[in-house]
């Protein structure tokens, strides 16, 4: 005869435990497993698009300005067309001849160690002293010969030292608005330019690649010549940098990657440049679309300049607030510059 085992008394009174529901088992792995691909692909795709990037021997030779606090990138907005098909310089009204690359846009980024970051236009029909040529010339005269001569005119000129050679073409700029949708502009009034391929109305309006493209590229549609240029140049920067960066951007997979990998086909920097550098570069981007930058144009004192030997009329910097300007960057004073 069997006999009852004695119940513990530390257990009489315990409920059974009931078994996991595999239901919510299956719920937590799925969502474990789409925050793992989510964050595998925040990763992967600029790690692709890096390996894409064209890299070059930008830097020059010789004797240049020595280290300086922060970090300091050059910029320029190329329009090399022989990576465009006839197609797509039909459509970005480039022109049919490839030709030689011309610059419309130079800027200066400087991403100091702490303080605002700071985004200089140059204007690129200014007045300058390009090395191996005799007399002032356009600085834009410098990029027609290569990269590393430009960056070599703009350290003699400046004192600052240039770290880093960012270039984007045609093709990429356009493609990586449209990858975002679209940026959204506000016109003070309307503008017309048949060079630039526009006709906008005045008012906010979401501009396509080919639009934007024309609308940053424009000389006359609103008198200013190269000052209203470079002054929309800087906000089409700050604009792009804010809705790449935004979260409606890195929570859309599809637009995630296409903003990441549409343009880095025309985008060429310095061989020297890291994937780091990289990233600091895009950062200091879209620390100048916020409260967290600067943008302003080097100090101008003539517009009506008049170059020798025919070369026509230039831009004239404004010696000593140019200097006063410089010296900030150089020293990593940023703090006490303001946006113009």
Excluded at 47 to 55: G, P, T
Excluded at 77 to 105: F, I, N, Q, V
Excluded at 235 to 243: L, P, R, Y
Aim: glycine letters at 8%; aromatic letters at 6%; one cysteine or more.
């Amino acid at each position: 005869m069997s006999q009852t085992q004695p119940i513990d008394p530390r257990y009489a009174n315990r409920a059974p435990q009931a078994r996991p529901k595999k239901r919510r088992n299956w719920f937590l792995r799925t969502v474990g497993l789409i925050v793992l691909l989510f964050i595998l692909m925040l990763v992967a795709v600029p790690l692709y698009a890096w390996s894409r990037i064209d890299k070059i021997d930008a830097m020059p030779t010789g004797q240049r300005p020595a280290d300086t606090p922060g970090t300091t990138y050059l910029m320029v907005g190329s329009d090399a067309r022989e990576d465009l098909s006839r197609a797509e310089r039909a459509r970005l009204h480039t022109g049919g001849d490839a030709g030689p690359p011309r610059t419309d846009s130079i800027m200066l980024m400087h991403v100091p160690e702490s303080g605002p970051t700071v985004l200089v236009s140059i204007p690129r029909d200014s007045a300058v002293n390009i090395p191996g040529v005799e007399g002032k010339q356009k600085i834009n005269a410098a990029f027609n010969q290569s990269p590393a001569l430009l960056i070599q005119t703009i350290e003699n000129v400046t004192g600052l030292r240039v770290d880093h050679y960012v270039e984007v073409g045609f093709g990429g700029f356009a493609s990586v608005i449209d990858s975002v949708g679209g940026i959204k502009m506000c016109l003070p009034k309307a503008m017309k330019d048949k060079d630039a391929h526009i006709d906008l109305p005045a008012g906010c309006q979401q501009l396509n690649g080919v639009s934007a493209l024309g609308y940053v590229r424009s000389r006359h549609a609103d008198g200013q010549n190269d000052f209203g240029r470079v002054e929309r140049q800087r906000q089409m920067v700050g604009a792009i940098a804010k809705k790449a960066s935004s979260p409606s951007t890195f929570l859309n997979p599809v637009r995630y990657y296409n903003v990441a990998t549409k343009g880095v086909d025309a985008l060429t920097v310095d061989k020297d440049m890291s994937l780091f550098d990289f990233v600091k570069f895009a950062r200091g981007m879209r620390a100048i679309s916020g409260s967290g930058g600067v943008t302003l144009t080097v100090p101008v004192s003539d517009d009506n300049y008049q170059l020798s030997h025919r070369r026509g009329v230039a831009v004239k910097w404004d010696t000593a607030k140019a200097k006063a300007l410089f010296n900030a960057l150089k020293e990593d004073h940023t703090s006490a510059l303001k946006s113009s």
